[in-house]
C-alpha cells in the first residue's frame, strides 16, 4: 500500500496570502496524483489530476506539481471559499488507491 | 447538469446488511468507471471499491473484500454497493463516485450509513 502523508496537518493562512500544502507518497506515484478539496457538509471536489492538470473549472490560483514521491499544492491569493480540507490522492498504484490524512487549511 | 444521488444509508446491527444506490445523470454513464469511496465520522476518505463501465473489471480494498459487493445497472444509470457482515468500523458516509478512467469526477452527496 502507498501511504501519503500530508503536511502541515493545519495551515493558518490570511485571505490574499498564497499558501503550498504538501503530500509525500512512500512510494513513487509517478504523476499519478490527485488532489480534492472538501468543505464541511460537502463531497470532495477535484481540484488537480495528473499532479498539475486543474480539473474542468477550476480557478488558475489553485496550481499542482511534483512527480515521484514530492508534490505540493498552491493556492495563490486566497479567498474566504478557499479554506477547507484538502486530500491528496494517488492512483498509480492502481487499484490499490490512498489517500493522504487531509490539511485543514483555517482562517488565520 | 451532473448529478450523482446516493440513498440506502441507515442504521444497521453489526452483522447486518443493507443495500445502497446511487443514480446517476449528466454524463455518459455506460463509458464512466464508478467507484464507492468513504468517510468515517471526522476522518479521512478511504475507497473501497471500483467497477468498470462494462462491469467487467472490479475491485475491493482490503477492509471490505469478500463482505461488499458492486454492481451497477447501466440501463438504469444505477450503482449499488451490497453490504453484508457489517461491523461497527463501517459506520461512515458512503460516497458514489463517478469518473473517466481512474480519476473521481463526480461525486455525490453521500448517504450515512451507523453500524451500532
Known amino acids: 500500500e502507498t501511504v501519503m502523508t500530508q503536511s502541515p496537518v493545519t495551515l493558518s493562512a490570511s485571505p490574499g496570502e498564497s499558501v503550498t500544502l504538501s503530500c509525500r507518497a512512500s512510494?513513487?506515484?509517478?504523476?499519478?496524483m490527485a488532489w480534492y478539496q472538501q468543505k464541511p457538509g460537502q463531497a470532495p471536489r477535484l481540484l488537480i489530476y495528473g499532479a498539475s492538470t486543474r480539473a474542468t473549472g477550476i480557478p488558475a490560483r489553485f496550481s499542482g506539481s511534483g512527480s515521484g514521491t514530492e508534490f505540493t499544492l498552491t493556492i495563490s491569493s486566497l479567498l474566504s471559499e478557499d479554506f477547507a480540507v484538502y486530500y491528496c490522492?494517488?492512483?498509480?498504484?492502481?487499484?490499490?488507491?490512498?489517500f493522504g490524512q487531509g490539511t485543514k487549511l483555517e482562517i488565520k | 447538469e451532473v448529478q450523482v444521488v446516493e440513498s440506502g444509508g441507515n442504521l444497521a446491527q453489526p452483522g447486518g446488511s443493507l443495500r445502497l444506490s446511487c443514480a446517476a445523470s449528466?454524463?455518459?454513464?455506460?463509458?464512466?468507471?464508478m467507484n464507492w469511496v468513504r468517510q468515517a465520522p471526522g476522518k479521512g476518505l478511504e475507497w473501497i471499491s471500483y467497477?468498470?463501465?462494462?462491469?467487467?473489471?472490479?475491485y475491493y480494498g482490503d477492509s471490505v473484500k469478500g463482505r461488499f459487493t458492486i454492481s451497477r445497472d447501466n440501463a438504469k444509470k444505477s450503482l449499488y454497493l451490497q453490504m453484508n457482515s457489517l461491523r461497527a468500523e463501517d459506520t461512515a458516509v458512503y460516497y458514489c463516485v463517478g469518473g473517466s478512467g481512474r480519476l473521481f469526477e463526480y461525486w455525490g452527496q453521500g448517504t450515512l450509513v451507523t453500524v451500532s
Open positions: 467497477i468498470s463501465g462494462s462491469s467487467s473489471t472490479i
Open positions: 490522492q494517488q492512483y498509480n498504484n492502481w487499484p490499490a488507491i490512498t
Open positions: 449528466g454524463f455518459t454513464f455506460t463509458s464512466h468507471s
Open positions: 512510494q513513487s506515484a509517478s504523476s499519478n
